[in-house]
């Protein structure tokens, strides 16, 4: 299975909500990223939290990281229809550079 | 140039044919990383190189999957003797990460195979 899962699979809210995006692993990490893909592109880098860290915020977006679950969650915050994407979590293990990503959660934002 | 060149953006070839898929990396970046991505679904790791060292190889599917990085910047991924089940989104990634773990990764837009 995946090192990292993120649910929901889907999430469909309005324009102005809250979006909050999860994410569970397996094995000790030793940062773990969150990742945007729009239809048909590729991957932008959004934020990296580290494992001796709690939260990060960078503008809309805030990651928590609870290494004793073995978990994080994505909060965006007042969405707009732009944040429309697939968006994935992504584990750094060891001391090693390999990125392994989850499955991703397909987020729409309504008008 | 300014980001992570792919090309071709798109392939179709008929199955049992070899292809080839390149990446351009951001100069400068020591790490690069292939994935493979299927419609709808994540994304799977096939190689990463960095620098000078034996690249990890781990997640090439079959001996029909390999990848050189010449130079320490271009990188082909060779497909030989295509299958169906190839086809695919293949993303090449680089990063000036050089240890301490992987850092934020800069993905190309991708090479969509399509074998038919």
């Known amino acids: 299975s995946q090192q990292g899962e993120e649910d929901p699979q889907a999430l469909s809210i309005q324009e102005g909500e809250n979006a909050t995006m999860n994410c569970s692993y397996k094995?000790?990490?030793?940062?773990l990223q969150w990742y945007r893909q729009n239809s048909g592109r590729g991957l932008v880098h959004l934020i990296l939290i580290r494992s001796n860290e709690r939260e990060k915020h960078s503008g809309r977006l805030r990651v928590t990281l609870d290494t004793s679950k073995k978990s994080s969650s994505l909060l965006i915050t007042a969405s707009r229809a732009a944040d429309t994407a697939s968006y994935f979590c992504a584990t750094g293990r060891g001391g090693g550079n390999k990125l392994t990503f989850g499955t991703g959660t397909q987020l729409k934002v309504e008008l | 140039g300014a980001g992570v060149s792919q090309s071709p953006s798109n392939k179709v070839t008929e199955k049992g044919k070899d292809v080839e898929l390149r990446c351009d990396p951001i100069s400068g970046h020591t790490a690069l990383y292939w994935y493979r991505q299927s419609l709808g679904q994540g994304l799977e790791f096939l190689i990463y190189f960095q620098g000078n060292s034996a690249p990890d190889k781990s997640g090439l599917p079959s001996d029909r999957f390999s990848a050189e990085r010449t130079g320490g910047s271009v990188s082909t991924l060779t497909i030989q003797r295509t299958q169906q089940e190839d086809s695919a989104v293949y993303l090449c990634a680089s990063s000036p990460r050089t240890s301490g773990g992987a850092g934020e990764l800069f993905f190309g837009e991708g090479s969509r195979l399509t074998v038919l």
């Open positions: 094995t000790s990490i030793n940062n």
